[in-house]
């Protein structure tokens, strides 16, 4: 069945620091990717997204691309904030079911 | 992208109750979902609620123990009936939008005594 791994968390920055969080999904067929995001006390977000193959999805500064031949959807910012500290869920919908990576705690310090 | 709100948004339930959760959508949608965040967990799917039709539970979960309404495609209902405090949680209604993306409500965030 579909799966999304997320990179082990947490994680800690300092402002202005550069952000990776790695995800790698297995999935038949072609699904489209996410990343959601988790504020404090909040619900899921929609934070960006790709449906293809070499899709970039981007949004507040964030950005993941889709690689298909290497099964990735990794999250990037360049420079994050202390506003940015969420849990982050990368996720995959195969049809209209969406399957979810187990969530990634970043916490941004000032 | 379509506005979801949830009722209650908190609350503290004491075991053998039960609660029901109201989902509020301001566009008709066809599938609405209900999910489970167990606290510093991921989300599991519940059920998939369709407007006229019986709701689809996933492996674990069952009817009698979370009834599901879907009156209209704006409105759903989750009772999380006979509470105990494993059942503490976040609850979580999303809507299908378009063919691929789901969106969520704030969450209803359950504690049992």
């Known amino acids: 069945g579909d799966s999304v791994t997320q990179m082990e968390g947490p994680v800690t920055l300092s402002e202005e620091a550069f952000l990776t969080i790695n995800c790698t999904y297995t999935a038949t067929g072609y699904p489209s990717l996410f990343w959601y995001v988790q504020y404090p006390g909040e619900g899921l977000q929609l934070l960006l997204k790709?449906?293809?193959?070499?899709d970039k999805g981007s949004n507040k500064g964030f950005e993941a691309t889709y690689r298909k031949e290497t099964t990735s959807f990794h999250l990037e910012k360049g420079s994050v904030q202390v506003s940015d500290s969420a849990v982050y869920f990368c996720?995959?919908?195969?049809?209209?079911?969406?399957?979810f990576g187990e969530g990634t705690q970043l916490t941004v310090n000032p | 992208s379509a506005v979801i709100s949830q009722k209650p948004s908190r609350d503290i339930c004491q075991r053998g109750t039960s609660l029901t959760i109201q989902c509020q959508v301001d566009?008709?949608?066809?599938?609405m979902f209900w999910y489970r965040q167990q606290p510093g967990q991921s989300l599991t799917l519940i059920a998939t609620a369709n407007q006229g039709s019986e709701a689809t539970y996933e492996s674990g979960f069952v009817i009698d123990k979370f009834p599901i309404s879907r009156p209209n495609l704006t409105f759903s209902t989750l009772t999380v009936s006979n509470m105990s405090p494993e059942d503490s949680s976040i609850y979580l209604c999303?809507?299908?939008?378009?063919?691929?993306?789901?969106?969520f409500g704030p969450g209803t965030r359950l504690t049992v005594l």
């Open positions: 566009s008709q949608v066809t599938m």
């Open positions: 996720a995959l919908t195969s049809g209209s079911r969406l399957t």
């Open positions: 999303s809507v299908q939008w378009g063919p691929d993306t789901q969106y």
């Open positions: 790709a449906t293809k193959a070499d």
